[in-house]
């Protein structure tokens, strides 16, 4: 289930097995929906590479980096809630 999501929502389910290395992202739509000063959402894209860039350091290290990134690429206070999770599988 999304974080915040209503429990009786038909998602749909999927079972992954993860491995060695793997990283596992949860957040709440307040972090991709950021605005910039140019008035442009983050979006899926960009936090994507950012993922990618940062998927070989521990999990508080990826965590720190996304918000640090996120807080640089936007350049304006932060409106809307956000919630971010990253579990890294060792």
């Known amino acids: 289930m999304p974080l915040g999501g209503p429990v009786t929502f038909p998602y ?8 060695s290395g ?3 992202i ?5 972090l991709t929906e950021r605005f910039n000063q140019q008035k442009n959402m983050l979006g899926q894209e960009k936090l994507c590479e950012w993922l990618v860039k940062y998927a070989n350091e521990e999990s508080k290290k990826i965590l720190d980096s996304i918000i640090t990134e996120t807080n640089s ?3 304006t206070e932060q409106r809307d809630d956000i919630t971010l999770c990253v579990v890294k599988i060792n």
């Open 22 to 24: 793997d990283v596992v």
């Open 26 to 30: 949860m957040m709440t739509d307040g």
């Open 12 to 19: 749909k389910q999927e079972e992954i097995d993860l491995k």
């Open 73 to 75: 690429w936007a350049g």
